[in-house]
């Protein structure tokens, strides 16, 4: 029997034995049972407890950030999903202020590496009442379809740019532990495309850039075992029922164990403690606990190919830091970063990931001005309390949001139409242009797509006459950045791509907003005899500028 089948049975198996721990649990402490204030009562109550919580499986905690404080008023938060992928949804904690605040918007990219996205609650709850913040809240692999097909860590580095072009200007990405690596990744591809969209700045936080700077047991535990061990060992298939059915994975189960082999000594230390916090009644004591294993013990499956390439890539072939990591068929060159500012913040005690190993990061991103690094070590604090807990609170996150809000670009020039306006942002920030004032968002109609590119556009001048040449408010002197593959589209070959690129059409987005006046003005100007509507390149079109937004 395959061994996550045989996890499944042994959950299954244990579902009585649970349920009859509750139950003995609930009737030694009902206070109309006189055995209930005895010793004996309490050590049995608080026996069934921990072995009721030791053998039931965590689902999803919630965020539960209800309210923050905003310029000394509290303020209801509310978690909207704003963009959603079928690994991944983006969540919004929108803050309920009577006027909208001139904050920077912060893409915090959770780890997907076995926790939930909740493990950086305390994360979020620091940089709520100075920020505007987003994060991404990865999906359980076993609750996936196979149908939705794979996700590697190239749809990972996809999915971070993606998220970036639908946040629009003005933005900073903060990467805790793993997602350093392809954060860093997709700053360096987006910056290698001249991308308008890319971050303001990027905070990498406790991350395994380079993992031969003072390697740990991760670390060792990768060099010494090869892929080949983990392909054989680790990678399982979804069982029945779950909706990830026959999805190879690297399940949850086999990360927690691994998490908690580390540390086995002061997990058990922990558990005997808060039995005897139950017995003597120390109800702060044992709710701390409950808190805390509520979360760690909350675990989800990866898929396979994005674990397996991560083990490769970051901690056995250290592509990375080589130069040799690629993204696609493009070599990933971080020397190419020069508009985002960096800052790397590592934990003098962290056993994860080394001392060094994040601020390895600042050698790589070699014509980036030094004004525009910074690193920081925080003393006494391990890999969590890099980003969680008292001195997050108290002394790294106020250096984030100072080195964030000393690296935003000057709003009122990155959003001028002028030109001459526009020179001095792209000379900041090393740019050659400066970005358009919003995003192209995840679904929107063709309408939408057209005025979110307006202030980018060369409109007709009134002398000119909209009436004169209706392709004047859509044609572009030169592309956005990078120019779309229009060979993407069912109809268009290499020729006919090149004769919309000379007549000034680059992008999706122009395709799919085109009028029907328009059709026939492109129609009759390139000589396409129909072929626009024929081949339905309209809705081709839309669904394409939908998967690049």
């Given at each position: 029997m395959p061994f996550y089948h045989l996890y499944e049975l042994n959950h299954a198996v244990m579902g009585p034995m649970r349920a009859a721990a509750d139950m003995t649990r609930l009737y030694f402490q009902n206070p109309l049972n006189p055995m209930t204030h005895t010793e004996y009562g309490k050590s049995i109550a608080a026996g069934c407890e921990v072995m009721e919580r030791m053998t039931r499986r965590y689902g999803k905690p919630e965020f539960g950030l209800g309210e923050t404080t905003v310029s000394g008023v509290k303020v209801p938060v509310h978690e909207n999903v704003?963009?959603?992928?079928?690994?991944?949804?983006?969540?919004?904690?929108?803050r309920a202020t009577e006027r909208k605040k001139d904050d920077p918007k912060i893409l915090v990219v959770a780890p997907m590496s076995g926790?939930?996205?909740?493990?950086?609650?305390?994360?979020?709850?620091?940089?709520?009442?100075?920020?505007d913040v987003y994060i991404t809240d990865w999906i359980d692999a076993r609750m996936v379809p196979l149908q939705d097909g794979k996700f590697d860590l190239d749809d990972y580095i996809d999915y971070i740019i993606s998220m970036l072009h639908f946040l629009g200007p003005d933005t900073h990405v903060l990467g805790v532990c793993q997602p350093s690596v392809p954060v860093l990744a997709a700053v360096a591809v987006m910056e290698g495309r001249d991308d308008p969209y890319v971050p303001?700045?990027?905070?990498?936080?406790?991350?395994?850039i380079d993992t031969?700077?003072?390697?740990?047991?991760?670390?060792?535990?990768?060099?010494?075992?090869?892929?080949?061990?983990?392909?054989?060992?680790?990678?399982?298939?979804?069982?029945?029922?779950?909706?990830?059915?026959?999805?190879?994975?690297?399940?949850?189960?086999?990360?927690?164990?691994?998490?908690?082999?580390m540390n086995l000594d002061r997990h058990m230390t922990a558990h005997r403690d808060f039995f005897q916090h139950l017995v003597?009644?120390?109800?702060?004591?044992?709710?701390?606990?409950?808190?805390?294993?509520?979360?760690?013990?909350?675990?989800?499956?990866?898929?396979?190919?994005?674990?397996?390439?991560?083990?490769?890539?970051?901690?056995?072939?250290?592509?990375?830091?080589?130069?040799?990591?690629?993204?696609?068929?493009?070599?990933?060159?971080?020397?190419?970063?020069?508009?985002?500012?960096?800052l790397t913040v590592e934990g003098e005690k962290d056993d994860i990931t080394g001392r060094g190993q994040t601020k390895a990061a600042h050698a790589l991103c070699s014509n980036l001005p030094e004004e525009m690094k910074a690193h920081y070590e925080q003393p006494n604090v391990g890999h969590y309390g890099v980003f969680n807990g008292s001195r997050w609170r108290s002394e790294i996150a106020p250096r984030v949001m100072d080195f964030i809000l000393s690296n935003r670009p000057d709003r009122k020039m990155a959003t001028?139409?002028?030109?001459?306006?526009?020179?001095?942002?792209?000379?900041?920030?090393?740019?050659?242009?400066?970005?358009?004032?919003?995003?192209?968002?995840?679904?929107?109609?063709?309408?939408?797509?057209?005025?979110?590119?307006?202030?980018?556009?060369?409109?007709?001048?009134k002398k000119a006459g909209a009436k004169a040449d209706p392709l004047a408010k859509i044609l572009l002197a030169s592309p956005q950045g990078v120019a779309d593959d229009l060979k993407a589209i069912n109809g268009v070959g290499p020729k006919l791509e090149q004769a919309l690129n000379e007549a000034g059409i680059f992008h999706f987005w122009q395709i799919s907003s085109l009028t029907n006046r328009q059709i026939e003005a492109l129609d009759d100007k390139l000589d396409f005899r129909g072929r626009i509507a024929r081949d339905s390149w309209i809705d081709q079109a839309r669904k394409l500028s939908e998967v690049v937004s």
């Open positions: 704003v963009w959603s992928r079928p690994f991944c949804d983006l969540l919004h904690f929108e926790h939930y996205a909740t493990l950086l609650r305390g994360t979020v709850e620091a940089l709520l009442p100075r920020a303001s700045s990027m905070t990498l936080m406790g991350g395994p031969r700077v003072a390697p740990t047991a991760v670390n060792d535990l990768a060099m010494d075992k090869g892929i080949d061990w983990f392909k054989r060992n680790v990678v399982m298939k979804v069982p029945f029922p779950h909706p990830g059915f026959m999805r190879d994975v690297y399940p949850g189960f086999l990360q927690l164990t691994g998490f908690m082999s003597e009644g120390d109800g702060d004591s044992a709710e701390k606990h409950r808190d805390f294993y509520d979360e760690y013990l909350a675990v989800m499956d990866l898929t396979a190919e994005f674990y397996l390439q991560t083990v490769e890539n970051v901690f056995i072939e250290h592509s990375l830091p080589m130069g040799t990591m690629m993204h696609g068929d493009a070599l990933v060159d971080c020397s190419k970063i020069r508009r985002t500012a960096l001028s139409k002028a030109a001459p306006a526009a020179k001095p942002v792209a000379a900041k920030l090393g740019a050659k242009a400066a970005a358009p004032a919003k995003p192209v968002a995840k679904k929107a109609t063709a309408s939408k797509a057209s005025a979110t590119e307006k202030p980018a556009r060369k409109a007709p001048t």
